[in-house]
Nanobody, 124 residues
Framework: QVQLVESGGGLVQAGGSLRLSCAAS????????MGWFRQAPGKEREFVAA????????KYADSVKGRFTISRDNAKITGYLQMNSLKPEDTSVYYC?????????????????WGQGTQVTVSS
């Protein structure tokens, strides 16, 4: 069982930065790939970024590539999403998720556990 709690969301001006954290419970976190998804009002939840359990492999949505960086610290059982050059269209609730496996995963159905989400609002 893995429990995930996101933090770090908030209100930021366009061009600014935020770092989201995803604190996990359970000693087996290092055996789980981690992903970040987001959902804007009236839209479906979409993939943002994913990282393998070792941290050696990552994947990004085209919309955030070059601006967002996903990382993890297995010793601290925490994952991160560094978001730079934020745009108003990045405004969403951001969710972290964990998937048992050694790769990275971009599909929601591949994830076993989800956090409750954290709101990110980017003003223009």
């Amino acid at each position: 069982q893995v429990q995930l709690v996101e933090s770090g969301g908030g209100l930021v001006q366009a061009g600014g930065s935020l770092r989201l954290s995803c604190a996990a419970s359970g000693r087996t976190f290092s055996r789980y790939a981690m992903g970040w998804f987001r959902q804007a009002p009236g839209k479906e939840r979409e993939f943002v970024a994913a990282i393998s359990w070792s941290g050696g492999s990552t994947k990004y949505a085209d919309s955030v590539k070059g601006r967002f960086t996903i990382s993890r610290d297995n010793a601290k059982i925490t994952g991160y999403l560094q978001m730079n050059s934020l745009k108003p269209e990045d405004t969403s609730v951001y969710y972290c998720a964990a998937a048992y496996g050694s790769g990275w995963y971009a599909q929601q159905q591949e994830y076993d556990y989800w956090g409750q989400g954290t709101q990110v609002t980017v003003s223009s």
